[in-house]
């Protein structure tokens, strides 16, 4: 059997998805619009200030695309924060570089990493859009050995047009993430 794209995966989304959720045309099926990567540098920039840059050029040569640096919208003086201070850098993938984004994430790098047991369902939300954390960014095989001592974590965001948490749920399932098998609990 021929292996198939996550781009295939989610064309085959309303074959698979009209019985349950009562389709009538192509279009009414979820689709994924984007892919948003988001790594908060907080207040380590105030120790280093090559700190944003360096996370921004890992990030660039794991996603293929040059990241925005963003600054904080308020100031907050119990933080010594002000109005503009770069607090994060963002990346935001679509269309091609999506879909080899998230062959990467579900093939390379989530079975790199340490004790994975899978993506906990409760990520998705109510409107069906699926976040999760990633602790490492050695996951990806983009990272080189001396990228080890400044290691940063990320959250993934991948927003579809799902429209309830039961929909946005199957249709990453049918893209292939991999979430926890359930539990079923035993009685005594």
């Known amino acids: 059997m021929k292996h198939l794209t996550v781009k295939e995966k989610e064309e085959k989304a309303f074959e698979l998805m009209k019985a349950n959720f009562g389709y009538k045309n192509v279009m009414a099926a979820p689709k994924l619009k984007k892919i948003v990567l988001n790594v908060g540098t907080g207040t380590a920039v105030k120790k280093d200030k ?25 100031s907050i003086a119990s933080f ?9 850098v963002v990346v935001t993938l679509r269309g091609k570089r999506m879909f080899a984004f998230i062959e990467k994430l579900i093939n390379v790098a989530l079975p790199r990493t340490k004790d994975f ?14 976040s999760m954390g990633i602790k490492e960014h050695t996951i990806f095989p983009e990272t080189a050995d001396e990228d080890i ?6 959250a993934i965001t ?5 429209k309830t948490k039961a929909e946005g749920t199957a249709f990453f399932e049918i893209l292939g ?8 609990k035993k009685k005594k």
């Open 80 to 88: 010594k924060i002000r109005q503009g201070d770069p607090v994060g």
């Open 50 to 74: 090559n700190k944003n840059d360096a996370i921004a050029d890992r990030l660039a040569k794991i996603t293929g695309q040059k990241p925005t640096k963003k600054g904080a919208k308020q």
């Open 117 to 130: 047991r899978g993506i906990n369902r409760s990520g998705v939300d109510n409107i069906g859009n699926l």
């Open 177 to 184: 993430i991999p979430f926890k098998k359930e539990e079923v």
């Open 149 to 154: 001592k400044d290691v940063f974590g990320m």
């Open 158 to 162: 991948f927003v579809s047009t799902a």
